[in-house]
Every structure is written in structure tokens, then in C-alpha cells.
């Protein structure tokens, strides 16, 4: 008859079901019986292959009355990796110096985490020049002649005037002053807003009109 091989208990140093960190992590495995003991090695690599997540700050509407813009911030992307600790991750974009010329610009930003995995996003940001606008009227002096005016303030989104009114057009009526001022607010489609005046001169009272004296 053959000989019964002992019982043997297998054991494993780390513990079986320890969460490995990145990198190599070596195994003893020991196998007890009552003859003995004996063991062996074995290596287990953990390696991350995921990638880190990324979410771009909101896109920036910006109006200038220059040819460019500097921010001092666009905002802060949201990262995450399930690795690497948030505020050790790497996260940088293509625009050091925040400063942009009027029109739309596509900013990339990049998180890579400690295993070189990374990935991107864009933010746009949107630099609009504030409108110039002008007062045109049809008179400049207000008489007895001509005792209206029409300003115009061009062909915007809307409008605040001095006198509160909010059309493109208002009238100027002659008064007892010797020059009123109309200033307009106007707003452009973009949301960009831009202010401009323009004096008007009164003249009043109408001339007295002559007597003529018979003799």
C-alpha cells in the first residue's frame, strides 16, 4: 500500500487579499505539513493603465476695448484619477500667460497622473470687442425751425438712454437751456457694452418778432 501524503496548510506572506500598491510585490508561499515546512517566491506586478478624468472650466466671454485681453485666471479644471492622489497630479494647459487676441481661442488642458497616464479637454474662451457706437442726429441746434431732433444710436441689441428711454431712436425736443447732453448705453449682441454722448444746442425763446411802426 501506498503512503498518505500529511495534510498540508499553504500560507502566504503578504496575506492573501491585501491591496497591492503600483509596482512589484513579492510573495513567500510556505507549505506546512508535520514533516516540515518549505517555501517558494513569486512576484506580483500591479500596473495602472487608467486613465485620469478631466472636466475643462466653463467657457469665459470676455469684451475688451483693445485688440487683446490678460486674464489672471480661465478657471480651474476638475481631476481625478483612482491612483494617483488629486494634488499629485500633473495638470497643465497651452496658454501660460492668459492673454488673448479679439476672437475664439480653444485652451487644452491636460491631467497625467504618476503612471504617465493622461488625458485632455478644451475650454473655449471668447474675446469680443466692446462695440463703438455714435450718435447721428439730423440737427444739431434746436430752434424755432427745427424744434425736434432724432438721435440715433446704430443698430445694436438695446439700449439705456439718459432720458431712460430703450429704442435706437429717441427725440430731442427744444428746452430753455442753453445745451442738453443725450448720453446712450448700448449693448451688442455678444453682451458687450459701450457708452457715447452727443450736445445738442437750444435756442430759446423763438427771436421776437419786429414791430412794424406806421408814421
Known sequence: TSASIPATTITYSPSSGVNLPLGATTFTATATNINGSTSCTFTVTVVDTVKPTITCPNTVDICTTTGSYTFSSIGTPVVLDNCTATNSLSVVNNAPNY??????HSVLWTVTD????SKSCAQTINVYANPIPSISTNFSTINCTN???TLDAGNYS?????TSATSQTISAVRNNVASTT???TVTDANGCTKSTSVTLTNIYPNP???TVINH
Open 158 to 162: 438695446s439700449y439705456s438712454w439718459s
Open 208 to 210: 421776437v418778432q419786429p
Open 114 to 117: 504618476a503612471s504617465n497616464n
Open 147 to 149: 424744434p425736434v431732433a
Open 99 to 104: 492673454t488673448f487676441n479679439v476672437g475664439t
Open 182 to 184: 443725450y448720453t446712450v
